[in-house]
């Protein structure tokens, strides 16, 4: 519909709406504003298709990703505790075999030594305590002295090489917890850009079926003005769509790029440190 200013004396400027006419007049372009307008909605529903199907592919991929990492991680638990578990048998087991090679490595050696020489018995013991005491000084006193002199440098490099480590360990699971962060963050945002784009697509339908109704009751020349212009404006959020799919997907391509290379560095880092080498 029309509007129309209306200004009397001594009262407000009232901006008011005129009543179109009651019946369409007879025109030649109304066949083609419809089919134009059967056109423009049928593309409209091809393109509301096509924008879903991608966001449904790139939601599933989102969740293959989040599934491939919950994977890796359970893989990893598992395999440390299969680790923790091996070691602990290895050690037990060690440990017991050491104990009973021990014991009876001690009843044969008295067994042997009181059958031998029980006559000399103190004198051999006396020796053995004597040859005790040196052996316990050259093990304890001689024998550190001489590696310290030989390997304090080793040493020293070997504990500054594992403060290195624990330094570069800490940074890798830092740098790891802001991947995952801003993975987190990436994820909410393109949830709220894909409301937000459904309630713009939503409102410009509205508005493009409000805009063709109105084109329809209007006089033959607001027809076309009106035609016109639902045309640029289609054109138009067709441009913006377009412009704003490929800088989403161009941006969600370089991050999930320097997401996979981030992971695969780090999955090299850390089967370089806890993998099972020599």
């Not at 529903?45 to 599933?60: G, V």
């Not at 005491?133 to 093990?139: C, L, Q, Y």
Request: aromatic share 4%.
């Amino acid at each position: 519909m029309e509007t129309v200013t209306i200004s009397s004396p001594g009262a407000r400027t009232a901006v008011v709406q005129r009543v179109g006419p009651s019946e369409v007049p007879p025109s030649e372009r109304y066949a083609k504003v419809d089919r134009q307008e059967d056109d423009l909605t049928g593309q409209l529903t091809q393109l509301e298709e096509s924008t879903r199907e991608r966001n449904r592919l790139f939601e599933a991929k989102l969740c293959a990703i989040e599934q491939r990492a919950r994977h890796l991680e359970e893989k990893m638990s598992a395999e440390t505790l299969e680790r923790e578990t091996a070691h602990k048998a290895i050690m037990t087991a060690l440990q017991s075999k050491l104990a009973t090679a021990v014991a009876n490595i001690e009843e044969w050696v008295n067994s042997d030594i009181t059958n031998k020489f029980a006559d000399g018995l103190q004198e051999q013991e006396e020796r053995v305590e004597a040859n005790k005491a040196r052996v316990d000084k050259f093990i304890k006193v001689t024998i550190p002295g001489v590696i310290e002199a030989q390997s304090g440098a080793v040493t020293r490099k070997l504990q500054k090489a594992h403060e290195t480590f624990d330094i570069e360990n800490a940074k890798i699971h830092k740098r790891e917890q802001k991947i995952m962060k801003r993975f987190e963050v990436h994820v909410r945002g393109t949830a709220q850009s894909i409301e937000d784009e459904k309630a713009m697509r939503q409102s410009r339908h509205w508005l493009l079926e409000e805009d063709m109704i109105e084109a329809e009751r209007m006089d033959d020349r607001g027809e076309e003005v009106v035609t016109v212009r639902t045309m640029l404006d289609i054109k138009e959020v067709r441009e913006d769509i377009a412009a704003t799919v490929s800088e989403r997907q161009r941006k969600d391509c370089l991050l999930l790029d320097s997401m996979l290379e981030a992971q695969q560095k780090l999955q090299a880092c850390i089967i370089e440190t806890f993998g099972v080498g020599q």
